[in-house]
Every structure is written in C-alpha cells, then in structure tokens.
C-alpha cells in the first residue's frame, strides 16, 4: 500500500469519526430542545427528579478478607435450622417440626457485636445413614472441614444419644474448635437437663432457647472468642461478581448444574424431586470470571404446593431471585415444555432479572424429541425469543462452556444505557415512519424520551395521550432490533400530561 493511500485512509477513518460525533452532537442539541419544550406540560416534581438524574455504573469487583465460618451440627430435628434464624433476626432457613428438613450446607452472613461472620447450616448428621440421609451426612461433614469453628447442637430434654456421642467423635477428629449448644431450655426449671451433657467431653454446655432467645447472646460471645478475625479456611471473599439463580422445575438437574461448575459435590443430588429445600451460594470460577450461582428449589405448580417444607422452600427460591441479576431457567428437554415452565419464565421477567434459557440433558435428545421441541419453543417460549439459548448437559459437563458467554451477554444488556440524545433520535425516526394510530379522533404525541434506569433497562415516555399497548410492543421491538438487549425484559412506562393553562 502507498504512502497516499495510507494517507487517504487514515483521513477517511478521521472523517468517519467526525460524522458521528456531528451527529451525537446534533441529537443532544435535539434532546434539549425537547426538553426545554417540556415546560409547556404539567410536570410533577418527581417528572423533574426523574429528567435530571443520572444511572450509576455496575458496581465494580471488589475483594474483602475471608469472614470466618462458623458451622452448626447436630442429629435431626435438634433445632440447627431454628438457631440459625434466631441468630440471623429472620426467617431465612426453612424450618419445620418434622427431621431431614434441611439437606444442604447453607451459608448466611451473620452479625454479632459489630463483627461479621459466615454462619453454615447443615442436614442432620447421623451413623450408618443410607441413601439420601448418608448424602445430607457427608454435606455435613464437609462444612465442619470448610469451617473455623463448630456450634455442636443437642436436644437438651433427650440428652446425649448414641448419636451424638457419633458426632462427638468425628467432631474430635476434624480437630476444630467446638461449642456444646444445648438447645430447647426454655426456662430455668429446664437448666438442670444440661448436666448431663458435661460427659460428652466438650467442656461447658451453653443452655439456649432456638424458639425464645434465651441464651443465645452468651452463646454468641463464647463463639467470638474462638473465631480468628480472617478465615484460615474460606475462600477470599468478592464484593462484587454477578449472582446467578439457577430456577426450574424440580428435579430438572439445578443442583447437578452447580455441582458440575463448582468442580465438586457442593449440594446433595438425588432423584427424588424436591431435594434442594434452602437456596444454596457457591462462588465459582468459570470462563475466566467469578461468579456466585445460586442453587434453588424447584418452583412446583401451586395446586400441588404441600404444606410446610415444600412451601416455604418456594418462597425462599422466589426470594433468592430477587437478589440475583441474571436467571439460568433449566428445562429439562426429555419432557415436554410445561406451563409450569412458562409460568417459572414469566416470573423472571416480573422480578426484572435477566434471562438465561439453559436446555439441560440435551445429551439424552433424539431426533423425534429435537422435532417436537423446536415446534414448542416456537409456539410456548415466543414472547422470550430475545433471551439467549444454551443446550446443556449439567450430568457430564457437556457444553458448560457456553454458558458464560450466554451469561455475559445478558449482563451486558441488562446494563446497557441509551444516551437521551440518541433514544429521541430513535423514536423520531420511529414516529415518522410508523405514527401512533388515531384513537377516538386523537393522536397521542411522545414530547420526550429518557433512559431511567438499567438492570432492567427501564425507558420513560412523556406523551400527551395513553399509547396503545401494542404500540408499546412495537417500540420495545424495535429497541431490540436496534440495540439488541438480548437477554433482558426492557420495561416502557409512560407519563401522559396535559399542556399548562394559560
């Protein structure tokens, strides 16, 4: 290539760069002639907050010391799960008069006296367990390995069984520092019962009440002495990676799916539908990146919704996805696309989270299946044609990979902002070429557009009459075909005022 090609290229580029700042430029002195315009309506004060504030930038990455972890122990239905939400000030763990409720090893973050700390509960630990029972043990012996400091929790009206004497012993062998809690002592007429306790060998037991209190403040203070100021065992903490739920159906693989990403078996798999009670966080790295994946239960249909366990798990899941960013829906593609389905994919788009549409046992498909599946996702996912989708295989690590991107990619519309300047550009063009029909001998006008917030993107109109919702479609549309937002719900609310009496 010549010098004066180079030349003519470099110039051409310069060029190139200078038209689109022309037109950034002319779009903005647009948007503030319309927003100047804006004064001739009845704006409300909080139409003047709205115009003048600005979205902030995604929080970035940050890393904070290890809290220590403190794991809770105990055989079945001693009242670990009550504990815990005394401890915690609210109902966080599922809790019910009935053993073998809790499963997994679920962390909190706790607070005592200024100083904070990671609190694990855990399925009840019992000898010789078979089946699921040996699984929910081993989870349990797992987080004594992964904690600083064990809180050892007995019935104090039972007293020490053969069962506990079990735990004792493997407590002894994990050589970590273990509190005796002996629970249900609701008054003092109960104190005596704790003396007992004195021949497991674990030094003073510390009589506390999971259902009224009573005793717990002290038991918090001896746990503080033996808890470092930095783990020696927990990961380093990050402020700031994106979290994950991972929602479906029961039994559609979710915890196969964070056991698989966590590199280890991080929450009890069984077949048996229904297993995962609590939701359950692990901070995984994967593509590169850090993630928190958040294992939920499985989202039943309500006309099957049980009582107890199963219900109060359902609105933990519900929970869960309003502190995540970004949902991975799990569908299990050897079954039919259920309404359940939908109903789980539509309550995303209600919590405003973005969306992940992940085809799990893909490894098990046919081609009769492929066929039929192609036909109901057209028909039965066409109002999320715009989420990003993934054939998996949580089982054997099949194409787990192109999760990340999938994820990344909707984060990435989640967070997207459109500058003022450029979305009024967008919608004169639009209102040019498709104007609002005329309704009862009138045309609603869009006066002004803005960007109020991301994640969702969420979109104002200032009008001066109610647009038709499938107007309001046809717009979001249009938004995606430009901007893309694949991967998100884009939220478009309007404002109808009247122009100021003279």
């Known amino acids: 290539m010549s010098d004066t090609e180079c030349e003519y290229d470099a110039g051409d580029d310069d060029l190139e760069q200078r038209l689109a700042t022309l037109d950034e430029d002319l779009a903005a002195q647009r948007a503030a002639s319309l927003r100047v315009g804006l ?19 995604p929080d970035e990455v940050r890393y904070l010391p290890a809290l220590p972890v403190l ?34 090893r679920v962390s909190y973050r706790a607070e005592w006296n200024g100083r904070f700390f990671t609190l694990v509960d855990t399925g009840g630990w019992e000898p010789d367990a078979r089946g699921i029972d040996a699984s929910v043990a081993a989870q349990a012996e797992v987080a004594v390995d992964l904690a600083d400091a064990v809180l050892f929790v007995v019935d104090a009206v039972v007293g020490a069984t053969s069962s506990d004497e079990r735990v ?98 991080r929450v009890v798999v069984n077949e048996v539908a229904g297993t995962t009670r609590d939701p359950v966080d692990e901070q995984i790295e994967l593509g590169g990146k850090v993630w928190r994946f958040v294992d939920t239960a499985g989202i039943r249909r309500r006309v099957h919704l049980q009582q107890g366990a199963d219900f109060y798990a359902s609105l933990r899941t519900t929970a869960a996805l309003e502190k995540a960013e970004v949902a991975v829906v799990l569908l299990d593609v ?7 389905d939908v109903r789980i994919i539509d309550l995303v788009l209600e919590s405003g989270r973005a969306l ?10 046919d081609d009769d299946r492929r066929r039929y599946l192609e036909r109901e996702i057209e028909q039965d996912l066409a109002h999320v044609a715009w989420a990003p989708r993934v054939n998996i295989s949580a089982r054997t690590g099949r194409h787990l990979e192109k999760l990340v991107p999938a994820l990344e990619l909707a984060l990435a519309s989640w967070d997207t902002r459109i500058g003022t300047g450029k979305f009024n550009a967008f919608l004169a063009e639009l209102v040019a070429a498709h104007p609002h029909p005329v309704r009862g001998g009138r045309q609603p006008r869009i006066l002004f557009g803005t960007q109020a917030a991301t994640r969702p993107p969420t979109f104002v109109l200032f009008t001066t009459g109610f647009l038709d919702p499938g107007y309001r479609r046809f717009i979001s549309r249009r938004l995606r075909e430009i901007y893309g937002f694949e991967g998100t719900p884009i939220v478009l609310n309007m404002r109808v005022r009247e122009r100021r009496k003279k």
């Open 71 to 104: 794991a809770i122990v105990g055989r079945p239905n001693v009242g670990k799960s009550a504990l815990v939400n005394r401890i915690l000030g609210r109902r966080e763990a599922v809790v019910e008069d009935t053993p073998g409720v809790t499963r997994d």
């Open 334 to 340: 050897s079954q039919p696309i259920s309404e359940q």
């Open 168 to 265: 004792v012993r493997m407590l002894r062998q994990s050589g970590k520092p273990v509190l005796l809690a002996a629970n249900k002592v609701d008054d003092a007429v109960q104190e005596p019962y704790i003396a007992e306790l004195w021949s497991l060998g674990l030094g003073e037991p510390h009589p506390v009440s999971a259902l009224h209190g009573r005793g717990v403040a002290d038991l918090l203070d001896a746990a503080l002495t033996v808890l470092p100021e930095v783990s020696a065992v927990a990961k380093e903490e990050v402020g700031g990676p994106r979290r994950v739920a991972i929602i479906g159906r029961p039994n559609v693989g979710k915890s196969s799916l964070l056991n698989k990403t966590a590199g280890e078996e």
């Open 356 to 365: 992940v549409l992940a085809f799990n046992k893909w490894d098990l498909l």
């Open 39 to 57: 004064q001739d309506y009845e704006l409300e004060d909080e139409d003047i907050d709205l115009l003048d504030a600005s979205v902030e930038d």
